[in-house]
């Protein structure tokens, strides 16, 4: 078992997933430099949290053109799983492996804060360790990070069962209080909150532990 | 190849929250500029290429607005301007 993590220039949440899996959770990990093409013995792949390549001209726009991007496209249209975190979320989307965009917070306030969370897990590969309707605290950390879809792509998202978390109290305007998504075949999960921020006991709490460890079993 | 001179112009879709164009607004206010109905806030890309013609330039600059500068679900991009770069500018 061993986990890819995709390191940008400007990724700054790198080193917390590694810590996660590693120091938390007894899980390999190998980071993946944006020019890296070799995915060779990976069983998942995480694309972290912070500002890839500065997010000029829109969040994750210049990364979706990284060499070790095409590789993690391969990777998740062969059923790898693949978790996107934040800014990780701001580039599945980018890259057209979920739908929808995350845009400038409704109030403008940059949001860093513990949240409260709902997950309805569905056929989502990373949440099966959660049961429905379950209630999660995880941190977020974002400027970014309201989701926004086409009014009438919202449904069939919901109908789908890929609206895997919600927001208890929204944070930052997301239609339907989205916090993540998963894609329909479910081996690909996007969400502004951090679970690799809540695995460590000394942080506060666990509740991201299962999700890094649904890939052990 | 000869120089051709364009400015791409990307704006929120019109069902897409601006935030920043709603502060901008209250802002407008405090100055005394109170009567603004609506402001959104876009980017302007000024962009300089070279192409055999002015279609291709046009052909270069759509891909390039579609796949890069603009994110289709939720900006729109014009093509507002595409000549030939004189030499003095």
């Known amino acids: 078992m061993t986990l890819g993590i995709v390191v940008f220039p400007g990724s700054n949440c790198d080193r917390d997933v590694q810590w996660a899996a590693e120091g938390c959770l007894g899980i390999s990990s190998r980071y993946l430099w944006h020019e890296d093409r070799d995915l060779s013995g990976l069983d998942a792949v995480v694309i972290p949290g912070g500002f890839s390549y500065g997010d000029y001209l829109r969040c994750g726009a210049i990364a979706r053109f990284a060499p070790v991007l095409q590789e993690v496209v391969r990777f998740a249209e062969a059923g790898g799983p693949v978790l996107g975190i934040c800014n990780g979320f701001q580039v599945l989307t980018e890259l057209g492996l979920l739908p929808g965009a995350l845009t400038r917070n409704e109030h403008l306030h940059f949001v860093c804060e513990t949240s409260e969370l709902t997950v309805q897990p569905g056929s989502c590969r990373w949440l099966k360790g959660y049961s429905n309707g379950e209630l999660l605290r995880f941190p977020i950390a974002h400027g970014e990070g309201r989701y926004q879809i086409e009014a009438d792509q919202l449904p069939v998202l919901e109908a789908n069962g890929q609206v895997v978390l919600r927001y208890r109290h929204n944070p930052n305007g997301s239609v339907a209080d989205v916090a993540g998504i998963c894609n329909a075949a479910g081996n690909v999960l996007g969400l502004m909150p951090h679970p690799e921020r809540a695995c460590d006991p000394a942080t506060g709490g666990i509740d991201g532990q299962r999700l890094l460890a649904a890939l052990l079993g | ?89």
């Open chain 2, 1 to 89: 190849m000869p120089l051709y001179r364009a400015r791409v112009l990307v704006s929120l879709r019109p069902s897409v929250l601006d935030p920043a164009g709603e502060a901008t607004r209250a802002a407008a206010g405090r100055l005394g500029v109170s009567a603004i109905q609506r402001l959104r806030i876009g980017k302007a890309v000024e962009v300089e290429l070279e192409a055999d013609s002015l279609d291709g330039a046009r052909a270069q600059l759509e891909l390039l607005s579609d796949r890069l500068l603009a994110n289709p679900v939720i900006e729109n991009w014009a093509l507002e301007q595409l000549e030939p770069a004189t030499a003095e500018a």
